[in-house]
């Protein structure tokens, strides 16, 4: 049920978001679909189980031009899903041996984000270069193996820094971090007669993410 409200509430302010650039006087600023591919890390993982390679797909509509005389500014939003990973926490190993001393297998699902996002050019589009910056939040799912481990979803901060390259009038490519931020995992053992263990956050992820952008139709600039 959260997570079918999250998803519907990034669908209203997506539709949102359309209504307002339309009614503006902005110029024509079009939907695009975005493809990623990359590779990230999980903190606070299992030897290496906190790497691995990632896919991303995204659509984002631009709402509003800022046209300064020393920056062009295209501010927007973009809702997104990205794959996740299977992996085991790094878990004490006391705490292994209560679990029956193996590992705790689990899941990273697919998360679901909204990001606000800004793409900067020199005056005039002198360049086809640009600066972009994306800063908004992720849903994410931890599942675990085991009944006595408690499943977790959590709503975390994400950002992304890059840059990009415009190749034609309907796609971009682009090079960015991408950072989403959780916590430690804390395991809770204060109840020894208790049968189910809980986690505190999901980790912290950081991965680097090669992107390309097809706009639906051109951007008017």
């Known amino acids: 049920m959260r997570i079918a409200s999250f998803a519907l509430g990034l669908f209203l302010f997506l539709c949102t978001l359309s209504s307002f650039s339309i009614a503006g006087n902005s110029p024509h600023l079009p939907w695009s679909l975005e493809v990623g591919l990359g590779y990230g890390r999980y903190l606070d993982m299992y030897h290496n189980d906190g790497n691995t390679a990632l896919a ?24 997104g899903v990205q794959t996740g990973n299977n992996a085991r926490p790094s878990v004490p190993a006391n705490i292994i041996a209560q679990l029956g001393g193996l590992q705790i297998d689990s899941v990273i699902k697919p998360m679901i984000d909204l990001l606000l996002t800004a793409r900067l050019y ?8 640009f600066g972009q910056i994306k800063l908004g939040a992720a849903l994410r799912t ?8 408690s499943d977790i979803t959590t709503v975390d901060p994400e950002l992304q ?9 309907l796609f971009r490519l682009s090079l ?14 204060n109840c020894p007669t208790c049968t189910t ?7 912290t992820q950081n991965s680097v993410v090669l992107g390309i952008s097809m706009l639906l139709d051109k951007e008017d600039k």
Do not use: C
């Open 142 to 149: 931890w599942q675990f193996s085991r009944t006595t481990v």
């Open 176 to 189: 960015s971090y991408q950072g989403v931020y959780g916590g430690r995992p804390s395991f809770n053992s």
């Open 161 to 169: 820094l890059g840059v990009g390259y415009d190749m034609s009038q």
């Open 56 to 79: 991303r797909l995204g659509l984002a509509k631009e709402v509003y031009i800022y046209n300064a005389p020393r920056l062009i500014t295209h501010f927007g939003a973009e809702l």
């Open 197 to 203: 263990r809980i986690w505190g956050d999901i980790p």
């Open 122 to 129: 020199a005056p005039n589009y002198a360049y086809p270069v």
